[in-house]
């Protein structure tokens, strides 16, 4: 299994608090993404990453911002959480560009928002 | 509008049986993924494909790069097939399709 972690796995917020979740992998794969997973869409991107400090935005980035200072970590961050940001969110690292490689995914973070 | 369609969008088999899960896809494509989410969540890359069929022990995936369209098969399929599978598209963006949840009963 590629090492892939993310934390927290379960979080419950309220409406108007920033959240960051955190990416973190041991296999030193160049790319990096956040996913979100609801009910009726399948994954969506949100943002991705494609090495140290450079990163562009995905399908739903809006509401989001992500920052990778190392080649390890990848930082989702809701500057203002809302009920609609509410969903499982998931990270994937791949060697090769979106789409032209195998994505291996992390385990997910479940973010509620009250 | 869906970029990628998966049908059935559930479906239940008995052990034992041939199962077939479809994918056909609306964009241009370099690459078509299949993925598999298990009850508890986890995500697992089965295959890339770009053409023709890829076999990894019971699971075969085929695709029609013309018919833009490819299809998942397991073999012998067993309770713990059990699963949502997904088909994902790298076209200008990487599509996915909504998965198809497959239960197989004993």
């Known amino acids: 299994d590629a090492g892939i972690t993310q934390s927290p796995r379960h979080k419950v917020t309220e409406t108007g608090t920033p959240v960051t979740l955190r990416c973190h992998q041991t296999e030193n794969h160049r790319y990096m993404y956040w996913y979100r997973q609801d009910p009726g869409h399948g994954l969506r991107l949100i943002h991705y990453s494609y090495g140290v400090k450079d990163t562009d935005k995905g399908e739903v980035s809006d509401g989001y911002s992500v920052s990778r200072s190392k080649t390890e970590d990848f930082l989702l961050t809701l500057e203002s959480a809302t009920s609609s940001q509410t969903s499982v969110y998931f990270c994937a690292i791949s060697e090769g560009s979106l789409g032209a490689d195998t994505q291996y995914f992390g385990p997910g973070t479940r973010l509620t928002v009250l | 509008k869906n970029e990628v369609e998966q049908s059935p969008q559930n479906l239940t088999a008995q052990e034992g049986e041939f199962i077939t899960i479809n994918c056909s896809y609306s964009v241009g494509i370099s690459a078509l993924h299949w993925l598999q989410q298990h009850p508890g969540g986890g995500i697992v890359s089965l295959f890339m494909?770009?053409?023709g069929k890829k076999k990894h022990g019971r699971l075969i995936a085929t695709i029609n790069i013309q018919e833009k369209h490819s299809s998942l098969h397991i073999t012998a399929s067993h309770p713990r097939d059990s699963a949502v599978y997904i088909c994902?598209?790298?076209?200008?963006?990487?599509?996915f399709g909504t998965g198809t949840s497959l239960t197989v009963i004993p």
């Open positions: 994902a598209v790298n076209g200008n963006q990487f599509y």
């Open positions: 494909l770009s053409s």
